[in-house]
C-alpha cells in the first residue's frame, strides 16, 4: 500500500480564494482524522471521520473551513475564503481501529498571500 | 490546561548521552498513549506506543503513570539521528469507542558530535 496520499504536496493562493486539499487514506482503515500544524499552536485535530461519518469537528476553526468524507478512499478539506491566517502544513491520518497507531500523508503545506 | 503537555526543549545533548522526556495529560479517563517523532519537514511517525506495565525497544523506553498521568520516554546512547521532535500522544476516546487522539506540542532534541 502507498500509504496515506494527499494532494497537493504544496499550495501557494491569493487571500479569498477557495482552496481544497484532498486525502485517500490507507485502504481498510475506517478512521480518518484531519490535522493542522503551525509553529504557534503545533499539530492541532481539525475533524475526525469514522466510517465517513463526521464525529468531531470541534477543532475547526471557522465556518469557512469544511470537509466531506464521499466514501471510504477520499476526503477533501475546503478553505473559503482563505485567509492568510490559514498559512499551515494540513496533515491527513487514517487508522484501522480504535487504540491502534495513525498513519500520516506526507502534508500540504498551504501559503496564502 | 492542555490537555496533553510536554517541555518544548530543545535539549541539546552529546552523542551516547542518555536523555528523558515527560509529558502529563488531562483526562484521567485515556485509554492508550504513543510517542511519535516527527523530523524536519516530514509527517509524525509512531515511534512506540506506551503500556501500562512498561515497555522498551532497544535504545528506547517508555512508561506510564497513571495516577499521576504522565507518560515518559527515555532514550540511552543517544546518536545523531535521533535529532528530531517527540511527540506525545494520547488517545482521549469516546463514548463507543471512538478513537481521537490529542497530540502535544512536541519536545526538540538535538544531538550534536
Known amino acids: 500500500d502507498a500509504g496515506v496520499i494527499q494532494s497537493p504536496r504544496h499550495e501557494v493562493t491569493e487571500m479569498g480564494q477557495e482552496v481544497t486539499l484532498r486525502c485517500k487514506p490507507i485502504?481498510?482503515?475506517?478512521?480518518l482524522f484531519w490535522y493542522r500544524q503551525t509553529m504557534m499552536r503545533g499539530l492541532e485535530l481539525l475533524i475526525y471521520?469514522?466510517?465517513?461519518?463526521?464525529?468531531?469537528d470541534s477543532g475547526m476553526p471557522e465556518d469557512r473551513f469544511s470537509a466531506k468524507m464521499p466514501n471510504a478512499s477520499f476526503s477533501t478539506l475546503k478553505i473559503q475564503p482563505s485567509e492568510p491566517r490559514d498559512s499551515a502544513v494540513y496533515f491527513c491520518?487514517?487508522?484501522?481501529?480504535?487504540?491502534?497507531?495513525?498513519?500520516f500523508g506526507q502534508g500540504t503545506r498551504l501559503t496564502v498571500v | 490546561r492542555k490537555e496533553v503537555e510536554q517541555d518544548p526543549g530543545p535539549f541539546n545533548v552529546p552523542e551516547g548521552a542518555t536523555v528523558a522526556f515527560n509529558c502529563t495529560y488531562s483526562?484521567?479517563?485515556?485509554?492508550?498513549f504513543f510517542w511519535y517523532r516527527q523530523d524536519c519537514r516530514k509527517e509524525p511517525k509512531l515511534l512506540m506506543s506506551?503500556?501500562?506495565s512498561g515497555n522498551e525497544d532497544g535504545r528506547f523506553t517508555a512508561q506510564l503513570n497513571r495516577a499521576s498521568q504522565y507518560i515518559s520516554l527515555l532514550i540511552r546512547d543517544s546518536k545523531l539521528s535521533d535529532s528530531a521532535t517527540y511527540l506525545c500522544?494520547?488517545?482521549?476516546?469516546?463514548?463507543?469507542?471512538?478513537?481521537?487522539?490529542?497530540f502535544g506540542a512536541g519536545t526538540r532534541l538535538a544531538v550534536h558530535p
Open positions: 491520518a487514517s487508522s484501522l481501529l480504535v487504540d491502534t497507531e495513525a498513519f
Open positions: 485502504s481498510g482503515h475506517n478512521s
Open positions: 471521520f469514522n466510517n465517513n461519518v463526521p464525529i468531531d
Open positions: 483526562n484521567s479517563a485515556s485509554q492508550s
Open positions: 506506551v503500556y501500562s
Open positions: 500522544v494520547v488517545n482521549k476516546g469516546f463514548s463507543g469507542g471512538y478513537n481521537k487522539l490529542i
